[in-house]
């Protein structure tokens, strides 16, 4: 489980949002963003991402922390997007359930940023 969880942060570090969309989110996946449904399948949730990402022209992606129990993990990136003319920083908390080798659900939390 942590080779996996360590691939994608990784893959999140360096930006790849999409790409790790399709290899870690079950086609089935529940999305949740402070409490509301994000997406309910990982191609509704793809297709959300792609007209996000497609607006950033730079990554700065930190990890702060990382839990890992069981089939959970609780991971807080700290995020630094730049746009053409503006830049947007928040850091967020991902809970991730995992089923063979899949993120089944995950509920991403606003925090406050902490760098």
């Given at each position: 489980?942590?080779?996996i969880i360590d691939d994608y942060i990784?893959?999140?570090i360096a930006g790849?949002?999409?790409?790790?969309?399709?290899?870690?989110?079950a086609n089935n996946v529940l999305?949740?963003?402070?409490?509301?449904?994000?997406?309910?399948?990982?191609?509704?949730?793809?297709?959300?991402?792609?007209?996000?990402?497609?607006?950033?022209?730079k990554f700065e992606v930190k990890l702060l922390s990382a839990k890992i129990q069981g089939n959970l993990s609780?991971?807080?990136?700290?995020?630094?997007?730049h746009g053409t003319d503006s830049?947007?920083?928040?850091?967020?908390?991902?809970i991730q359930t995992w089923e063979n080798e899949?993120?089944?659900?995950?509920?991403?939390?606003s925090i406050d940023p902490v760098v």
């Amino acid at each position: 489980m942590q080779k996996i969880i360590d691939d994608y942060i990784a893959m999140n570090i360096a930006g790849q949002v999409l790409e790790l969309c399709q290899k870690y989110y079950a086609n089935n996946v529940l999305m949740l963003n402070n409490g509301q449904v994000f997406a309910e399948s990982m191609q509704e949730s793809y297709d959300k991402q792609q007209k996000y990402i497609g607006l950033v022209t730079k990554f700065e992606v930190k990890l702060l922390s990382a839990k890992i129990q069981g089939n959970l993990s609780e991971l807080v990136f700290h995020y630094k997007m730049h746009g053409t003319d503006s830049v947007n920083e928040f850091t967020g908390k991902h809970i991730q359930t995992w089923e063979n080798e899949k993120i089944v659900r995950e509920e991403y939390l606003s925090i406050d940023p902490v760098v």
